[in-house]
């Protein structure tokens, strides 16, 4: 098997086939989507068999709501190459970070499949290679009101968006702290991150699956007017519109994204 490095993965959409551990079944139904630009990295995971939850924004989610958008991961940030292995660094993630660093080993099955070895925790993934383009965006963003986390990648015509959360999140496990929280409010504020891909067409930026359900079918439509904007609506349903920093240009670089 040819080993590969970050850079033989840049500019290409991928979708998992297979997560297989030792003494567990194999998963071939979890929803994995993995974008990854140059150097960074967007990566939705969904359960097939996770039931819809209809609420318009987090200010109508319940306890329960808020439990099953939980069983959801995902995270984003930069695909580092540690020379024998790569590393997915997390700038933003759904869930508290594990004991060891995600990192792996990138080979070639066949044509239009990557296999993936864990380095620090013994797994096998496959990856199939469902698009790639030449044409690569990416951003690594600080929100300028709230100082909250962001990731943003296109791929050709497809785009992923990762909005992290105001306040660090705790390490136990998310559904824990989710029933544990002291309010609803609370519990809430645990959820407001989001992991997002979509479909740019016509210039128009329209999010396809999130997890946040009620995001599906929104404009993200990044905007420069000397700052990145983005279309969102906050925890009680309001439009708002989102201000971003670049924390990976210098001042008098372009900040805009086509």
């Known amino acids: 098997m040819t080993t590969l490095t970050a850079p033989a993965v840049s500019g290409t959409r991928l979708e998992r086939t297979l997560l297989a551990r030792p003494g567990s079944a194999p998963d071939t139904t979890t929803r994995v989507t993995w974008l990854q630009g140059n150097r960074l990295y967007c990566d939705l995971r969904q359960p097939a068999s996770m039931p819809p939850v209809p609420v318009p924004s987090l200010g109508a989610a319940s306890i329960g709501d808020l439990l099953v958008l939980a069983t959801q991961d995902g995270f984003a940030g930069r695909l580092l190459d540690r020379g024998t292995h790569v590393e997915w660094e997390r700038a933003v993630a759904i869930h508290p970070a594990g004991p060891h660093p995600d990192a792996g080993t990138l080979g070639v099955l066949d044509d239009t499949t990557i296999i993936e070895h864990g380095v620090f925790e013994d797994y096998l993934e496959h990856w199939h290679i ?22 943003i990648v296109r791929v050709g015509e497809e785009f992923a968006f990762a909005r992290g959360r105001v306040a660090p999140l705790g390490s136990r496990p998310l559904d824990e702290q989710i029933r544990g929280a002291r309010t609803l409010r609370a519990a809430r504020e645990l959820m407001d991150c989001e992991i997002s891909v979509g479909v740019i067409e016509n210039g128009v930026w329209r999010i396809a699956d999130s997890t946040l359900p009620f995001r599906i079918g929104a404009l993200l439509d990044p905007a420069s007017t000397g700052i990145l904007s983005t279309g969102d609506i906050d925890v009680v349903g309001r439009a708002v519109t989102r201000r971003w920093r670049r924390l990976d240009l210098p001042e008098h670089e372009p900040k805009g994204m086509s």
């Open 130 to 151: 469902a698009a790639t383009s030449p044409r690569i965006e990416e951003a690594l963003l600080e929100d300028l009101d709230t100082g909250a986390p962001a990731v």
